[in-house]
């Protein structure tokens, strides 16, 4: 029997308006229906996937999930089943809807609690994709809202506009797995690619390379690509996490049976390196929930999955007979251990990314992405637009990468949206002279802007870092090089002067906040005053970072101080390699008589799951990590700076730059 697609939806529930406004909001939960629809201006702008299934709801992966739908969301305004009881089937709201985490739980959530559209004027990539896997529609046309009020039978079509082909069927048939369905029964297939040869970039050209030509025989690479083809790409990397790996699973099962495997288990992997310290952090009243419990199974659920399909897990480490934390997180050990140039790699996480660094296409993917990958070992994708950025000159003393992306993102390219879904590729004379580490800084926080990814073309630094650190062999590390071409066609091309950058902080609430260090007080109507300094996550606990926390204190202790009365700085290794090169440089010495507390590697503080996290509003955090949306990192007010602010900041007990001690 033929797969059914879907022609039509006719929501028939209420719409809730998420406004500005929080009178207004809680009179929509209340019962009530506004008059007049609010003004696009008026509607809330980045509403994070954590403000939709905050971390503590990620525990869940059923329709449980349905209960806590939207409950992050800022001004605490939607309780648990709120939505879910509220009788409604569309949501409004304003610019970038779903940045953040690539959290399939948020969509999941939104479909369980009765959503069936959701309505903005600019929907991220990662989330947008995650709405059609799961069979939630999305649109940034507001005249629809007009015709649900009027009860019109809405074709599904104009849900497809301006969607890539596969996309667009995939939204017709209600989801990905439907849609696998047909595509593997012979009742659909993907565009065949008719691109002529042409220039391309870099990512373009790795997308080429791994074009599934035939799913059957297994073919791969086509002459070229552009920007619009859709085709799926085969995989030389898979891995996910605990926070993700038991949904995934579940829908594995869901969709292709009790009995299915997981194809090629050697090139998957699992990490347990989310939730190593959550027992440390969770507040009673979530305890009180059951939700230690519930978090506990995703450990076992994920061992189970991995054991069962023969895939490698990265799980905790023990020393002197008691655990201390995950081997890695994951990003940092798929650059340390397991990607290579040119290859395409997808994670269950937005800074998947991060491996970008070392020349591979790599993005992060949802549940049912994964899911899919697992035993079709390919992924689907529309080519994305490149942009290039030529760093040019060098960067002044001071002054990192980290504040080279907070730059980048305040600019209105970012703010506006415009950047969503792109791919930034970094090159020129200011590439070269980065080390690696702060390379993946920027490839890692490609995503805080919406964009697809980040790459940079690999060169000889890439080479001899894979040569020290895996013991490859230089000439096939070489091979593997992937180059964009001579004149390949960029949706935009941006210069930047990196002499002409200063230290820069995102003020509270939005990466793209960023300002220069030497206004934030004049900004923030005073000197910042801190309760928390956290240096570590995949963004800033790498070996560079190290160096740069290890030489603002070791010149604070020959001044004979430390760290502030009140203030508690945490510093977290990335991977126990990180762990054991502080050991090696003498920096944990200087990180401990400086009063920092140091945590071993996992996830943590950056997902409010360890050691850093703040438990009460008015607590203010400044911190090296990646993103400060609302609820992130606790209830407090967080700020991102580079670790030369966070250092210095920690031994001032404010914000200042490490020239102001």
Request: hydrophobic share 40%.
């Amino acid at each position: 029997m033929a797969i059914p697609r879907r022609h039509s939806v006719r929501p028939e529930g209420r719409i809730l308006y998420l406004t500005e406004d929080l009178d207004q909001l809680q009179q929509q939960l209340a019962g009530e229906t506004l008059e007049t629809a609010p003004a696009p201006e008026a509607l809330i702008n980045n509403i994070s996937t954590d403000e939709i299934t905050p971390g503590w709801v990620c525990y869940y992966y059923d329709e449980t999930l349905a209960r806590y739908c939207l409950v992050g969301l800022r001004g605490g305004k939607v309780e648990r089943d709120a939505i879910k009881d509220g009788g409604f089937s569309v949501i409004v709201s304003g610019r970038s809807k779903g940045c953040g985490s690539s959290r399939e739980t948020a969509p999941y959530s939104e479909r369980e609690a009765g959503i069936q559209i959701v309505v903005a004027r600019n929907i991220e990539k990662i989330y947008g994709q995650n709405c059609q896997n799961i069979g939630l529609l999305t649109t940034t046309d507001f005249s629809i809202i007009d015709r649900v009020k009027a009860g019109e039978e809405i074709p599904i079509t104009e849900f497809t506009k301006g969607l890539d082909q596969i996309s667009a069927d995939v939204v017709s048939y209600g989801g990905l797995f439907k849609y696998n369905k047909a595509r593997l029964a012979g009742e659909v297939s993907p565009p065949p690619i008719a691109t002529p040869h042409r220039p391309m970039t870099l990512a373009e050209k790795i997308i080429a390379q791994h074009a599934i030509v035939d799913a059957q025989s297994g073919d791969l690479g086509i002459e070229a690509v552009a920007p619009g083809d859709s085709l799926f790409i085969r995989t030389s990397v898979r891995f996910s996490h605990e926070y993700v790996t038991p949904m995934a699973e579940s829908l594995f099962i869901a969709g292709l049976g009790q009995d299915a495997s997981v194809t090629e288990p050697e090139s998957v992997f699992a990490f347990r390196d989310h939730l190593t310290f959550l027992d440390r952090v969770m507040p009673q009243e979530h305890i009180d929930m059951g939700l230690m419990d519930q978090a506990k199974k995703l450990k076992v659920v994920q061992a189970d999955f991995a054991g069962r399909h023969g895939v490698k897990i990265y799980g905790e480490v023990e020393r002197d007979g008691r655990t201390v934390g995950s081997e890695a997180i994951c990003h940092n050990k798929v650059i340390e251990e397991l990607a290579m140039p040119g290859q395409v790699v997808i994670g269950t996480d937005s800074h998947t990314c991060m491996a970008g660094s070392l020349g591979c296409f790599a993005f992060g993917v949802g549940s049912t992405d994964m899911a899919n990958a697992w035993f079709t070992r390919d992924v689907r994708l529309a080519v994305p637009e490149s942009v290039r950025f030529n760093l040019q000159g060098a960067l002044r003393a001071g002054v990192t990468a980290k504040d080279v992306m907070l730059h980048l993102l305040s600019q209105p390219f970012w703010r506006s949206g415009d950047g969503i879904g792109k791919v930034l590729e970094f090159a020129g004379e200011g590439i070269t002279s980065m080390p690696m580490d702060e390379r993946s800084t920027l490839t890692n926080m490609a995503v805080e802007a919406g964009g697809f990814t980040g790459i940079i073309e690999a060169d000889e630094k890439v080479v001899d870092y894979l040569v020290s650190q895996r013991g490859l062999d230089a000439e096939t590390v070489r091979k593997c090089i992937v180059r964009a071409d001579e004149n390949a066609d960029y949706a935009y091309h941006f210069d930047i002067d990196l002499a002409a950058i200063e230290p820069m902080v995102a003020t509270p609430g939005d990466p793209r906040n960023g300002v220069p260090l030497r206004s934030l007080e004049e900004k923030q109507g005073g000197e910042v005053r801190i309760n928390i300094a956290y240096g570590g996550s995949c963004t800033g606990g790498k070996k560079t970072d190290m160096d740069m926390y290890a030489t603002v204190l070791a010149r604070a202790l020959e001044n004979g101080k430390k760290v502030a009365d009140g203030v508690r700085l945490y510093i977290q290794f990335g991977s126990q390699d990180i762990r054991q090169y502080a050991l090696e440089q003498g920096y944990i010495d200087t990180f401990e008589k400086a009063g920092v507390e140091l945590v071993d590697p996992s996830c943590g503080a950056c997902i409010k799951a360890g050691p850093g996290v703040s438990f009460t509003a008015d607590e203010v955090t400044v911190s090296a990590i990646n993103r400060n949306f609302p609820g992130r990192s606790g209830p407090g007010q967080v700020y991102l700076a580079s670790p030369f602010v966070v250092a210095a900041s920690a031994i001032a007990g404010k914000i200042i730059g490490p020239d102001s001690l």
